[in-house]
């Protein structure tokens, strides 16, 4: 199946193919051979500002701003030949005494003479800005009309019908009218369009209590494009502030929300249901028993715990006795140690099981609850959850159970196959925690793959600085908070200057204040300052 901005570029040529060749037919049968050599290059330039708008309407994607200056010289340039034509003709010397009323009376006297023309010009321009309107709220890149009510293009709709009344006859007004009007509807579209962020896919998330100088944000939620979200900024920047809003946002959008909380920031959530880590575990040991999914079991309190070769062959077969006898949680995992350990008659055998035990007590000790199926709670159509990680009094601990509620939020997904929109988006709070526990290699995968299944990641941190390159490159939504660490600073200044050129990042981070931030969009170049809502 063709990606929609191969259908963007088609449409789009196609309409340059037919500007041109109206373009041509017109001038060539119109106007003498000199006049069509004269104004071909301001014609070629106006047919490429029309492919330009028409791409965007149709891809939703954004080309070179160089686009922009090139056309409106093109217009300064035809607006000058018009007059400097309209004065030839009526033998106007540039050296007359009265130059500047002869010019303005030449160009303006036609007015009232030629009224129906400039009438036709005009109407034609608003019903094109009309469609425009029209096509944008149909697709959902602004709500309402915008280019109806901007004055400054009903002002430019006016002169550019007075200005090609000077230079075409009445019959070829309509097929050129307005390319001023177009142009000035390329000025305003770019912003306008980029704010609804809808470029190639199909669905924005209105966040509520987050705005910007162009009113409201929404941002994309669709599988055609990366559709993560990294929020970085310091203590009190207003991070856990705007991982709320969006949470009830994404809520009240039908979006299923999970939130691995690791300072109980997020209880208090409406409509959420709230899982208190310290009384329940993840489901670590599946029923019936699975294989590859005790011995990721093995292979996450290995990595967290760093235990060496010789201790993680002995977990492994621990695991596997527990699961023999039915085991399903830390506790049984534990006891089943205890017993091995008892019997055990080999001394190296009793030293490996025996160093062991520490780290299966912080396990069972701080993960004690009842084990919870979230795959299962996911069928059964619970889509809003937070994990209060709070009580958990163990960091090991807590990196055992976000990791296992991620892989868990993953088998589900994957099982539920390939997805046209996102569905679920899992928020994590302070990420740093996780990433601390080795886990930042599952992470980068889901990073990688998630959004085919319909999944998103919303994280957190202070320290941007610090996650990896795959995680950056697979994130196309940047939240930058108020930063004072130099390192950060730089490196965030690094990511959006080469990436869209802009050389005042590094100042505009260090002087955001408390709930201001820069929303940064990587596919459309977009940078907006915003303000968050705390009372939201």
């Known amino acids: 199946m063709l990606r929609l901005d191969i259908f963007g570029y088609i449409a789009a040529l196609l309409l340059l193919l037919a500007s041109l060749a109206a373009i041509l037919y017109i001038s060539i049968s119109r106007f003498p051979l000199d006049l069509v050599i004269l104004t071909a290059p301001a014609a ?25 200056p090139i056309a409106i010289g093109s217009m300064v340039y035809i607006v000058l030949m018009a007059a400097r034509i309209a004065l030839k003709k009526r033998q106007v010397a540039l050296s007359d005494a009265n130059k500047p009323t002869e010019i303005l009376r030449r160009i303006f006297g036609s007015l009232s003479r030629r009224l129906d023309a400039i009438l036709v010009s005009l109407g034609v321009s608003l019903i094109i800005i009309s469609a425009i309107d029209m096509t944008l709220v149909l697709t959902r890149v602004v709500r309402d009309p915008v280019y109806l009510y901007n004055p400054l293009i009903i002002a430019g709709s006016i002169v550019s019908s007075m200005m090609i009344d000077r230079i075409t006859p009445t019959k070829i007004i309509m097929p050129t009218a307005s390319w001023a009007s177009a142009i000035l509807l390329y000025s305003s579209i770019r912003s306008k369009a980029a704010v609804g962020l809808l470029k190639e896919g199909r669905r924005t998330i209105k966040i509520h209590g987050l705005v910007s100088s162009n009113g409201d944000v ?119 140690a205890e017993d091995m350990l008892s019997k055990a008659e080999d001394p190296q055998t009793r030293d ?44 090991y601990a807590s ?53 085919k299944y319909g999944l998103s990641l919303v994280i957190s941190t202070q320290q941007f600085e610090k996650l ?7 994130t196309d939504n940047f939240f930058f908070l108020r930063h004072t660490d130099p390192r950060v600073v730089d490196k965030i200044s690094l990511l959006i200057e080469g990436r869209s050129g802009r050389g005042d990042i590094a100042s505009i981070i ?25 009372d939201r």
């Not at 070629?44 to 922009?68: C, E, H, Q």
């Not at 199926?373 to 009580?391: A, N």
């Not at 260090?510 to 705390?534: C, F, M």
């Open 44 to 68: 070629l330039l106006g047919a490429m500002a029309s492919y330009n708008i028409t791409y965007k309407l149709v891809a939703r994607s954004f080309m070179p701003d160089a686009v922009l």
């Open 218 to 336: 929404e941002l994309p939620l669709d599988t055609r494009s990366s559709p993560h979200i990294i929020i970085s900024g310091s203590t009190g920047s207003g991070k856990t502030t705007l991982c709320r809003i969006l949470a009830k946002s994404l809520r009240e959008e039908g979006v299923g929300v999970i939130v691995i909380d690791y300072h109980g920031e997020y209880t208090s959530l409406e409509g959420y249901l709230i899982l208190d880590a310290a009384d329940t575990s993840p489901q670590i040991i599946p029923y019936p028993p699975e294989e590859p999914r005790v011995l990721e079991l093995v292979d996450s309190i290995g990595r967290i715990f760093r235990l060496g070769a010789l201790q993680v062959s002995m977990l492994t077969t621990i695991a596997q006795e527990t699961v023999r006898r039915g085991g399903r949680s830390f506790n049984d995992l534990l006891r089943v």
């Open 468 to 474: 990896s390159q795959v995680i950056v490159n697979n």
């Open 399 to 451: 990196m055992i159970y976000a990791e296992y509620v991620l892989k868990q939020i993953w088998r589900y997904k994957v099982k539920g196959g390939q997805r046209r929109e996102i569905d679920l988006v899992i928020i994590i709070d302070e990420v740093h925690n996780i990433l601390r526990g080795s886990s930042e290699e599952f992470l980068s995968r889901i990073f990688r793959e998630s959004r």
């Open 510 to 534: 260090r002087s955001l204040k408390p709930l201001e931030g820069v929303l940064y969009i990587a596919r459309s170049g977009l940078i907006l300052k915003v303000s968050i809502n705390a």
């Open 352 to 395: 490996i099981i025996a160093s062991l035990l520490p780290y299966l007590r912080i396990l069972a000790t701080h993960i004690r609850g009842k084990p919870i199926d979230l795959e299962k709670m996911l069928s059964s159509g619970v889509k809003h959850i937070v994990f209060d990680m709070s009580t958990v009094g163990s960091d």
